[in-house]
């Protein structure tokens, strides 16, 4: 990791060079070098490892000054696990879709999500015919899940998903789920014409005492229930148990 201080100014013989030092959490000094320059690299940096730094001034005529206040950080070299964006429907209706993923955790820290969309499963952001977009308003978001507004209708979106910790170590890109807006009503239904009069079987209406509903159920016509129907008289009859 690289370490970087400002520039300090000396009224007579100038700054010559910077003393550095670099302690772990055990207050040990791993390092104590004379830097020519406002910045140095430290290396093989132990990971889940707290360190910290300070850096000193020194002039031509060997005065030093003070020490600078200690600085610390953790060092993190393990990115998070790969989300797995859950599985979209065919067709999503409105002109929304919520996108969700499960969770994934990181050996140090929390866990931030950014999620692409793209009517290409390509995600390329210069291919004019894919139209790539990404949603910027919404950045680096702790949820797993997230709403896109304003879809086009009839058209199909592919969605991925990436993790990152604090420390800004990326996991590889999820997989890949698609779903097509449909937010047209289908067309009504039209029935067919009928005649003013059809013949068919007969039905009875039976009543319940106990639950005041009937239900309406055909006479078979070899049944002695069932009356010979007079013109203009429909062939139902009233049974009513009890009665």
């Known amino acids: 990791m690289n370490v970087n201080w400002n520039r300090v100014t000396d009224t007579q013989s100038g700054v010559d060079r910077f003393r550095v030092q670099c302690e772990n959490t055990g ?9 020519f320059g406002q910045s140095v690299l430290f290396e093989d940096l ?22 600078s206040e200690w600085v610390s950080t953790t060092i993190d070299t393990v990115s998070p696990g790969i989300p797995v964006l859950r599985a979209e429907p065919e067709y999503t209706p ?101 005649p003013e009069y059809t013949a068919g079987t007969g039905s009875m209406s039976v009543g319940s005492h106990l639950r005041g509903t009937g239900i309406l159920c055909p006479i078979p016509s070899s049944s002695p229930l069932r009356p010979t129907p007079k013109m203009g008289i429909p062939g139902l009859i009233s049974m009513i148990p009890g009665s």
Request: proline share 5%; net charge negative.
């Open 94 to 194: 409105t002109d929304s879709n919520t996108i969700a993923w499960s969770p994934v955790r990181d050996n140090l820290d929390s866990v931030r999500y950014f999620v692409e969309i793209c009517n290409d499963t390509a995600f390329n952001p210069y291919d004019s015919v894919a139209t790539t977009y990404y949603d910027t308003s919404q950045g680096w978001i702790q949820k797993t899940e997230y709403t896109f507004r304003g879809l086009e209708n009839d058209t199909h979106y592919y969605y991925r998903v990436i993790a990152a910790d604090n420390a800004g170590n990326r996991s590889e890109w999820s997989n890949i789920a698609g779903s097509a807006q449909d937010y047209d009503m289908p067309y009504p239904p039209v029935i067919d014409p009928q």
């Open 46 to 67: 132990v990971n889940g490892t707290e360190y910290r730094f300070r850096v000193q001034a020194v002039d031509s005529a060997e005065n030093k000054s003070n020490w």
């Open 27 to 35: 207050s040990s000094t791993i390092s104590d070098t004379l830097i």
